[in-house]
């Protein structure tokens, strides 16, 4: 059903990586879900009342905010998809994560009053009332909601959108926990095992669960997280598919919401070359990255030396000074500065978190190892951190 109105209604609906595309998804997506979760709600408080179940209609008031939370969403791509200006440079993007923070969030407040009532139902227990029509409506909704994650999961992956994996997640729950609650009618009709209260609470459970799960894919992108290694690789293929550019480091991915990504990034290049001509390769991959990224790159050229022997091979030398203390580090931007006196050995190396060595202890121990090969060595050395 969302691909016929997919491509009945959106225009381009096979550029997911175009903005107004990816918004229009999401609203789309939306639309359905308020549609669907209004109908569930409908039908199985009706079920709820056929029974006398608490299980039951519970999961109908769960349905009436999962039909809130596609209201959020709708709202939060609709606002997300909004232009940039002088207060939001950056465009309006992590809105929808904000979006899907919201979701999570009332998932979380539907699970604990959930298991609230579940409670009250196991302290004072009431008989259900078996009715074959309240069983076909959660059969019905089980199919429904499966339906819904389905596409929801299938729509958040070609757009990648933190929002609609939540909604996605959401819909999973839901398919359980009817499950339950269509399982606690049975039980109790064929079996007399009065546990719509314990079901209740496990539904409660599981859906606290899948809604601190939803909250943190939603909170890291805020928060600040790695990007995707995909789409680092993918940047040092076009970088380093230009062959005046020797090597790279110190990237940095900034994401303000989908389709809005800055990058920096120091290239080393020759520092021999004509510097017009290796401005005007830095421009060109620039543009290339947004073209074939959709992200705005800023490029940093760091020129080294690569025809002094002298500078070569004490790289070389410092390079298994430092893999001495672990093969994870590296260093770059390496130059030497000589005087009369003493020969300045100027890097940077790269460390990861949690290294089991401090800053001060890897200088200290460069510095004696360099001092046992020449007492005239001196390393001045940054230390760097991968934020990738």
């Keep these: ?13 096979n550029d997911t990586k175009q903005p107004a595309v990816r918004q229009a998804y999401g609203m789309l997506c939306g639309i359905a879900g308020i549609c669907l979760n209004l109908l569930l709600f409908a039908g199985k408080g009706l079920a709820g009342l056929l029974s006398n179940s608490i299980s039951i209609t519970a999961d109908a008031f769960n349905n009436l905010s999962d039909a809130a939370s596609s209201i959020i969403t709708l709202l939060g791509f609709k606002m997300s998809g909004q232009e ?9 993007g992590r809105i929808e994560y904000l979006a899907g923070l919201f979701v999570s969030g009332i998932i979380l407040v539907m699970a604990v009053e959930l298991i609230k009532t579940s ?28 339906y819904m994650h389905l596409y929801n ?6 757009i990648d959108s933190a929002a609609m994996r939540a909604t996605a997640v959401d819909s999973l729950s839901d398919v359980l926990a009817t499950t ?36 943190r894919d939603t909170i890291n992108p805020l928060l600040g997280q790695p990007p995707e290694k995909e789409f680092v690789q993918r940047i040092e293929q076009i970088v380093l598919s230009h062959p005046e550019i020797l090597g790279i480091h110190d990237l940095i991915v900034h994401n ?21 001509t290796l401005h005007d390769t830095i421009d060109n991959i620039e543009r290339q990255l947004q073209t074939e990224l959709q992200c705005s790159a800023v490029i940093h050229m760091d020129p080294i030396v690569t025809d002094d022997a002298e500078t070569s091979h004490l790289k070389d030398m410092m390079t298994a000074v430092i893999k001495e203390m672990s093969p994870s580090l590296c260093l770059h931007d390496f130059r030497i500065v000589k005087g009369p006196t003493h020969t300045n050995i100027i890097f940077d190396v790269l460390v990861p978190y949690h290294f089991k060595m ?23 050395i940054n230390i760097d951190k991968d934020f990738t």
């Design 1 to 13: 059903m969302i691909s016929f109105f997919a491509k009945l209604f959106i225009k381009n609906y």
């Design 153 to 158: 999961k299938k729509i958040a992956e070609k």
């Design 180 to 215: 339950v609650v269509l399982a606690a009618t049975l039980a109790e009709h064929f079996a007399g095992l009065r546990i719509d209260g314990w079901c209740g609470i496990l539904v409660g459970l599981f859906i606290c669960y899948a809604g601190i799960n939803a909250a």
């Design 256 to 276: 303000y919401g989908p389709g809005r990504t800055m990058i920096s990034v120091h290239a080393e290049v020759s520092a021999a070359g004509d510097i017009l």
């Design 84 to 92: 940039a200006d002088p207060g939001h440079p950056f465009g309006h």
């Design 358 to 380: 401090s800053d001060n202890q890897i200088r200290a121990f460069i510095e004696k190892r360099a001092k046992a090969i020449d007492p005239a060595y001196y390393t001045i």
């Design 119 to 146: 409670v009250q139902k196991i302290l004072h227990p009431q008989e259900l009332a078996f009715n074959p029509a309240a069983v076909g409506i959660l059969v019905i909704s089980i199919l429904i909601k499966l």
